[in-house]
């Protein structure tokens, strides 16, 4: 079982940057693929990223293609989302995510882009960027 925890959530400009921290207790972090989802009032959660459990695959919504950026330290149990040149569609609640996938070879590069392929929630961290 895995715990989530999310951090680096704020107020940002337009074009700025802002860097989303995961944190994940529990054991086993590298049997985890991780997402990080978003969610903006009144629309339904949306998938902004993916990683596979040993980072060499990620996958990126069209809106935030070239501009966000996942990774993950395995060693410190930790996910990230690098935002920049930030829009103010982008203001939302971000969530992070995991799903157990295992140790196998073939789960190494797995990743998953729907909200019911994911396990494990943290509460979300809000982001609000001003125009």
């Known amino acids: 079982q895995v715990q989530l925890v999310e951090s680096g959530g704020g107020l940002v400009q337009t074009g700025g940057s802002l860097r989303l921290s995961c944190a994940a207790s529990g054991r086993g972090f590298n049997t985890y693929a991780m997402g990080w989802f978003r969610q903006a009032p009144g629309k339904t959660r949306e998938l902004v990223s993916a990683?596979?459990?040993?980072?060499?695959?990620?996958y990126y919504a069209d809106s935030v293609q070239g501009r966000f950026t996942m990774t993950r330290d395995n060693a410190k149990n930790m996910a990230y989302l690098q935002m920049n040149m930030v829009k103010p569609e982008d203001t939302a609640v971000y969530y992070c995510?995991?799903?157990?996938?295992?140790?196998?070879?073939?789960?190494?590069?797995?990743?998953?882009?729907?909200?019911?392929?994911?396990?494990?929630w943290g509460q979300g961290t809000q982001v609000t960027v001003s125009s």
């Open positions: 990683i596979s459990r040993s980072g060499e695959s990620t």
């Open positions: 995510t995991a799903r157990h996938v295992g140790q196998t070879f073939t789960s190494a590069t797995l990743y998953f882009t729907g909200t019911a392929a994911y396990e494990h």
